[in-house]
């Protein structure tokens, strides 16, 4: 038999917390969609239609990137309009005899469930996975109060992906209300009198829905954040003035440092460890020194944007390290200023931040004291 799945990734729903659409935020080393498009492709999928918001192109090119023969759609206003272009569009091409029909939210599919749901095809015209209901259930009104209490009996918590012979859910979506909406795709099915039957599904097919649905299935599937480190290097030479800044801190000394900004080589290169860490170029690309706009900037701002970078991405800054290069000024006297400074600014606790200094014996350039150094590094979990 030659199926499809059909990945219905257009929402954008954010209820699950952080920017960026929950199906491309990262779980463990991949976005959640790529965990689906890896399984369908390990399953043997003769084709993957995945339906996107046209917003997100870039996410998904991002997320899909590396596989082969991935094909592509633009959802409409409702699921119920995005699934028909799916179909629509697998009515095109290599012809197939099932769809499985697969919400992106939903990481953890299995190959098993997958057998299981093309294998009750063979007498069924729609399946689904389900697993038993374990809570006891309650019907309540609006402000809470209980009017009903259904039996457990015979009630099933529904999954996807839900499996269906392509021609019959095609006809019966061709005949819908684009607005009309449905809990799920069984209940299409069974508005247009297919018949539909239930399969054992799996914990690991847990929806990521609301805030801390990320966070769970994370740990259902055994996959933690994982940690990238990136590396930051910086020099500035010194010439007239009173003072340097260093991690943010003013620090009296018979040069100042010469720089397109505040010249603050330390945080300089702690802001391109962060981007290092999450291959986001440099602080020149971000920031380019030809703009006027940064002159005399105070380079906290650059520390601010490459931490938004990271929030933005669904990550966090877990440990900065920070070493300066220099003979003059003495370092030491203000490190735990510098430490305190960087925490703040990183919002890190202290013991998260470390500042060191260290000298090059008088060698190079640094040595000569016609400059200053500093080298970084961050840790960030994404
Ligand atoms: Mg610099």
């Given at each position: ?6 990945v ?5 729903g ?12 990262r ?32 996410a998904?090119?991002q997320?899909?990137a ?7 759609v ?9 699934v ?19 919400d992106?939210a939903?990481?953890?599919i ?6 299981r ?16 209901v ?9 402000d809470?109060w ?17 499996a ?12 819908l ?9 069984l ?12 399969i ?16 769970m299935?994370?740990r ?22 009173d ?31 962060i981007l290092?860490a999450?291959?986001e ?5 971000h920031f380019?020194?030809?703009d006027?706009?940064?002159a ?6 650059f520390?601010?944007h490459?931490l ?23 370092v ?11 925490a ?23 040595g000569?004291?016609e ?12």
């Open positions: 038999m030659k199926w499809a799945a059909l219905v990734a257009a929402g954008r954010t209820r699950a917390g952080q920017g960026v659409p929950k199906q491309y935020r779980l463990g080393a991949r976005p959640v969609l790529r965990w689906s498009l890896d399984a369908f492709a390990a399953a043997g999928a003769n084709r993957i239609l995945v339906a996107i918001h046209p917003d997100d192109r870039a998904f090119a997320a899909a590396g596989m082969r023969g991935i094909e592509l633009h959802g409409g206003e409702t699921r119920t309009a995005t028909r272009a799916g179909l629509d569009a697998l009515a095109q091409g290599e012809a197939v005899d099932a769809v499985l029909i697969h992106a939903r990481p953890g299995t190959g098993e469930v997958m057998a749901l093309l294998a009750a095809l063979s007498d069924a015209e729609g399946a689904g996975p389900a697993l038993p374990a809570d006891a259930l309650k019907r309540a009104d609006a809470g209980v009017t009903e209490e259904p039996s457990r009996a015979k009630v099933w918590r529904i999954q996807t992906p839900q269906f012979r392509f021609a019959d859910i095609r006809a019966a979506y061709a005949q209300d684009p607005m009309r909406a449905f809990d799920d795709d209940a299409v099915a069974r508005v247009f009198g297919l018949r539909t039957r239930l054992e599904g799996a914990e690991t097919l847990a929806k990521i829905t609301f805030a801390g649905d990320h966070d299935t994370a259902l599937l055994g996959v933690g954040p994982s940690p990238r480190v990136g590396v930051g290097f910086d020099a500035h030479r010194f010439g007239k003035g003072h340097v800044t260093l991690c943010g801190v003013r620090i009296p000394h018979k040069k100042g440092l010469v720089g397109h900004s505040d010249a603050d080589a330390a945080w300089h290169a702690l802001t391109d460890a290092g999450l291959g170029g440099d602080i020149g690309d380019p020194p030809s006027p706009k940064w005399g900037a105070d380079s906290e701002i520390l601010a490459a938004s970078l990271v929030r933005a991405r669904g990550g966090a800054l877990s440990h900065v390290d920070v070493t300066l290069i220099c003979e003059n000024p003495r030491k006297p203000h490190r735990e200023a510098m430490r305190r400074r960087t703040e600014a990183l919002g890190l606790a202290l013991d998260a931040v470390s500042v060191k200094a260290t000298t090059t014996e008088q060698l190079g350039f640094l000569r004291e400059g200053l150094a500093a080298q970084a590094v961050a840790t960030v979990l994404i």
